[in-house]
C-alpha cells in the first residue's frame, strides 16, 4: 500500500466557453475582415464581400428571427446554393443556437417534404433557382408556415405560398451588430440527410461541437499538406452547403482566415475554372468527375498553369489517369474519405518515408489509399461476426467508426446512440495509419464465392486511354452466382476499344477471373444527388436490359 491521501483528482484551472460557431465568424470578421468573399449569384453575376460584412449580414438575419420570434425552439430550412446570402444564414440562423435544415434542391419533392416533417421546419429560405422547386414544397411540407424570398420581389407564383414574403421584408430595420447568445455546445447545429441510396435519406444532426471538432480537424496542417498563411490561402467548395456543409468550408474558411469562394448554382467545369482563374483560387474540393471535366475545360482553353495548388477527391476512387493530367497542371490531388455521418474522419498527407521513395511512390498512395485515419477518430474493421480484425494491410473487413465527429444516432431515431457506426464499406486498415476502401459493401461483387472489388476493376479499365469512366456491377450467374458487368463511357473523340483489346489492358492489373464476360457503353453514367455513379440505377437499368 501506498500513502497516496484520498483527495481526489485535481481540477484543471482552464476557462471553459462552450464551442460554438458563432466564436469562428466573430473571429474572422474581428481578425480577417478585409479578407474577401466572393459569391457568385443566382443571375451569374458576382458579388463581393468581406468576413466583416457577412458577420453583418448575418448579425441582421439572427436580429430578425429573434424579432418574429423565432427562438432556440424553432428550426429553419434553406433551399438554396452556394451564395453569400446562404452563407450568412448558416452563421446567423446557428448563432442563435437554431438549427439549419439545409434542403437538397437535387432530391424529388416526396423526399423533401419527408425530411422538412421528420425536422419539423417551422422557416424555408429560397433562392431564385429554387423557385419552381419551393412551390411545388410549399404545399406538402405542412409545418412550415413561413416562406422567405432572396429577391426583391415575390415571383408570381409563389404568391400563395404560407407566409411569403421577401429577405428585405423579413429583415425590416433589423440592425446588423449582435451579441451572440451562449447555450450548450452540444445542441444541434446543420442537418443534413443522407443521398439516400440505400432507401429513405437519414437524418444527420450535427452539433456546434462535432462542427467544430470537424473543422479543426480538417484545418490540421497534415489534413491535405496545404500548409500556409491563412489569408493566403483562397477555397473553392464544389459542392453543395447542403452536402456535408460543403465539405465544411463555411466554417473552415472564417476559422483560418481564409478568402471563401462561392459558385452559386453552377458547379459546371466552364464556371469553376472562370472562378479558379479569376478569383487566384488554391485550393478546391470535388468528385473526380468534377476534375476530370474541369481537366478537360483547361485543356479547351490552352490553359497550362493555374493558381490551384491543392484539389482534394472524394467520393470515389481517383483513377491515376487524373492524377496523371492534374500533376501536369501543377495541382496536387488528395484523396480523402468521410461521410456525411462522418466528415473529416481521414488526412490527405502520405505516411512518414513516403516523400523520399520518389514521386511514384506519391502517385501510388494517392490513387490507391483513400488517407489517413485522422486525430479524434477511431477506425477499425470487423468480420460478419463484429470481430476486430488486424490493421496488417492485407485482411479486410466491414468498416466502422466512432469518436466526436462520428453520428451516433439518426434523426428520429428512437434508442441509446450507437457505439461504432457501420459505415457500409469494406476496407483495409494498413498499420501506417493508411486505409484502403475494398469496395461498398453492397457493390462488392461475389463470384463463384470470391470477392470481386469493383473499384479494383472500374480503375483497371479507366487506365486505357480511350476510357473516360467506367462502373462495374454484378449480375446474376446461373454458375458462378454473380459476374461482372462493366459499363464504360469513352474518351470525347477517342475511338472505343475492343471488348477483348479492353480485357487485355486489363489483364496487366486485375486476375483473369475478374475481367468481365460482358462490357457495355453509355454516353454518361447516371448520378447520385452528391455527384457519385448511381449503381442502384444501374442494376435496375441493366437487370431490367436483361
Known amino acids: 500500500m501506498n500513502d497516496i491521501p484520498r483527495r481526489g483528482p485535481l481540477a484543471g484551472g482552464s476557462m471553459y466557453e462552450p464551442l460554438l460557431t458563432s466564436g469562428m465568424i466573430d473571429y474572422a470578421a474581428t481578425y480577417h475582415g478585409d479578407t474577401e468573399v466572393v459569391g457568385r449569384e443566382i443571375d451569374d453575376s458576382i458579388t463581393r464581400s468581406n468576413w466583416r460584412g457577412v458577420r453583418a449580414r448575418a448579425a441582421r438575419l439572427a436580429n430578425a428571427l429573434s424579432a418574429r420570434g423565432y427562438d432556440e425552439n424553432a428550426r429553419a430550412a434553406s433551399l438554396c446554393w452556394n451564395t453569400i446570402d446562404h452563407l450568412a444564414l448558416f452563421h446567423g440562423v446557428l448563432g442563435l443556437g437554431i438549427p439549419l435544415h439545409t434542403l437538397n434542391p437535387r432530391l424529388a419533392v416526396h423526399d423533401l417534404a419527408y425530411m422538412a416533417d421528420l425536422v419539423e421546419d417551422d422557416i424555408c429560405f429560397f433562392d431564385a433557382g429554387n423557385i419552381e422547386l419551393a412551390v411545388a414544397l410549399a404545399p406538402e411540407a405542412a409545418t412550415i408556415r413561413c416562406w422567405v424570398y432572396f429577391g426583391e420581389a415575390v415571383p408570381e407564383e409563389c404568391r400563395a405560398m404560407p407566409g411569403i414574403m421577401t429577405v428585405a421584408q423579413f429583415l425590416g430595420d433589423a440592425p446588423d451588430d449582435i451579441v451572440w447568445p451562449s447555450f450548450e455546445e452540444t445542441r ?55 452536402h456535408s456543409n460543403g465539405w465544411m468550408m463555411p466554417f473552415t474558411a472564417p476559422m483560418n482566415g481564409h478568402k471563401l469562394v462561392l459558385p452559386g448554382r453552377r ?18 474540393g470535388g468528385v473526380p468527375t468534377v476534375w476530370l471535366d474541369f481537366v478537360s475545360e483547361m485543356e479547351r482553353r490552352g490553359v497550362q498553369q493555374c493558381s490551384l495548388r491543392t484539389a482534394l477527391v472524394a467520393g470515389t476512387s481517383l483513377p491515376g489517369s487524373l492524377y ?32 523520399e521513395r520518389g514521386e511514384e511512390a506519391l502517385r501510388d498512395l494517392a490513387i490507391n489509399r483513400q488517407g489517413r485515419v485522422a486525430m479524434h477518430s477511431v477506425l477499425r474493421i470487423v468480420d460478419d461476426q463484429g470481430v476486430a480484425l488486424p490493421h496488417d494491410g492485407q485482411t479486410s473487413g466491414f468498416l466502422q467508426v466512432r469518436g466526436n465527429m462520428v453520428c451516433g444516432r439518426y434523426l428520429g431515431e428512437p434508442g441509446e446512440p450507437r457505439e461504432w457506426l457501420d459505415t457500409g464499406d469494406i476496407a483495409v486498415i494498413y498499420p501506417d495509419s493508411s486505409m484502403k476502401l475494398v ?18 476493376l472500374e480503375a483497371s479499365a479507366v487506365s486505357h486511354a480511350a476510357v473516360r469512366e467506367a462502373a462495374a456491377i454484378g449480375i446474376p450467374d446461373p454458375r458462378w452466382q454473380e459476374r461482372p458487368l462493366l459499363i464504360c463511357v469513352a474518351e470525347p473523340g477517342a475511338a472505343r476499344p475492343g471488348d477483348d483489346d479492353l480485357r487485355s489492358h486489363m489483364l496487366g492489373s486485375v486476375a ?35
Open 188 to 242: 444541434a447545429a446543420t442537418l443534413c440527410f443522407t443521398s439516400g441510396t440505400t432507401g429513405r435519406p437519414k437524418g444527420v444532426a450535427y452539433s456546434h461541437r462535432a462542427l467544430t471538432f470537424i473543422s479543426f480537424a480538417m484545418s490540421m496542417a497534415d489534413m491535405y499538406g496545404d500548409a500556409r498563411n491563412g489569408e493566403a490561402v483562397t477555397v473553392l467548395p464544389i459542392a453543395g452547403m447542403y
Open 267 to 284: 458547379l459546371d467545369a466552364e464556371a469553376v475554372v472562370d472562378l479558379v482563374l479569376a478569383e487566384d483560387v488554391t485550393l478546391a
Open 324 to 355: 496523371d493530367k492534374l500533376i501536369v497542371f501543377g495541382i496536387v490531388p488528395h484523396q480523402t474519405w468521410g461521410m456525411t455521418e462522418v466528415p473529416g474522419a481521414c488526412r490527405a498527407t502520405v505516411p512518414a518515408g513516403t516523400l
Open 439 to 456: 469496395d461498398r459493401a453492397k457493390d462488392a461483387i461475389k463470384s463463384g464465392g470470391e470477392w470481386i472489388s469493383s473499384p479494383e
Open 512 to 546: 483473369k477471373w475478374w475481367l468481365p464476360e460482358r462490357i457495355e457503353w453509355a454516353e454518361a453514367l447516371p448520378r447520385t444527388t452528391t455527384g457519385k455513379v448511381d449503381k442502384r440505377a444501374l442494376r435496375e437499368l441493366y437487370k431490367a436490359d436483361g
